[in-house]
């Protein structure tokens, strides 16, 4: 693990290409949020991030969130940004307060139950697989309308908005059009279900820029903050 003095020259690093790209898509600096990535890293790493006076951890494992929840758990949000398994629906739901890897219509249903039961409202965001990527999971953009139409009427969701990962490319313009396509899709939903859907989830350290400029509001970063993935 790196020390934390690292830690926090890596994260000066991150905050300044956000304000670049911020300034060159025209967009304000606090319109875009960074989601710290502590998966495959120690525990130390979410120490780090409390440290720095960040709010929020994205894992992408239950098991390994649970973990560390259990022995670091003062005031942080934490997010799934991981394909959940709906036999760990539940686990999930006692530890994250906010699913972004929203990606069956099953699991939907779920997690609502699971939420219910624990007497809570889940936020969750619907990762939908833009860019076509085989290897991804997410819905595809024509299941969309049947995907929020089913989680606006569950009751103890709340839709915070849409998750996506770029195809991994030597072009960037692979990444550029999966952003894209993303947003075009919540601003559609938006209009047709008159539902906000503020939070576009995208953009990662080989990414953000271009995730930036077509208007993500969160990125989600591992590797440029903490260094190479230990596990
Ligand atoms: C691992 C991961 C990230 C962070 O990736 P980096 O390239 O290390 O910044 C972001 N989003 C998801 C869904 C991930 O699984």
Redesign the pocket.
């Known amino acids: 693990m790196i020390d934390y003095s690292i830690f926090e020259q890596n994260l000066s690093a991150v905050r300044a290409r956000m304000v670049q790209a911020c300034e060159r898509s025209g967009r304000p600096v606090d319109a875009v949020r960074l989601?710290p990535?502590t998966?495959?890293h120690p525990v130390a790493a979410v120490e780090y991030v409390l440290r720095s006076g960040m709010g929020a951890v994205?894992e992408?494992r239950v098991q390994e969130a649970a973990d560390k929840h259990s022995s670091c758990n003062t005031g942080l949000q934490w997010e799934l940004?991981?394909h959940l398994q709906s036999n760990k629906a539940q686990d999930a739901v006692a530890i994250f307060d906010r699913i972004?890897?929203v990606d069956s219509l099953k699991l939907l249903r779920r997690l609502d139950r699971f939420a219910g039961e624990q007497d809570k409202t889940l936020a969750i965001l619907l990762q939908c697989n833009t860019g076509e990527d085989p290897n991804k999971h997410g819905f595809k953009v024509s299941e969309a309308d049947l995907v929020l139409e089913t989680a606006l009427g569950l009751e103890h969701l709340r839709v915070d908005g849409l998750?996506t990962?770029a195809p991994l490319s030597e072009n960037p313009d692979v990444a550029r059009a999966a952003f894209e396509a993303l947003r075009c899709l919540r601003d559609s939903l938006t209009e047709r279900f008159a539902v906000p859907l503020p939070e576009l989830?995208m953009g990662?350290?080989?990414d953000?820029e271009a995730a930036i400029a077509a208007g993500s509001t969160q990125?989600?970063?591992?590797?440029?903050?903490?260094g190479e993935?230990e596990y």
Do not use: E, W
Request: hydrophobic share 45%; glycine share 16%.
């Open positions: 989601l990535v998966k495959n994205g992408n940004i991981g972004q890897s998750m990962i989830s990662m350290t080989g953000l990125i989600r970063v591992g590797t440029a903050l903490f993935r």
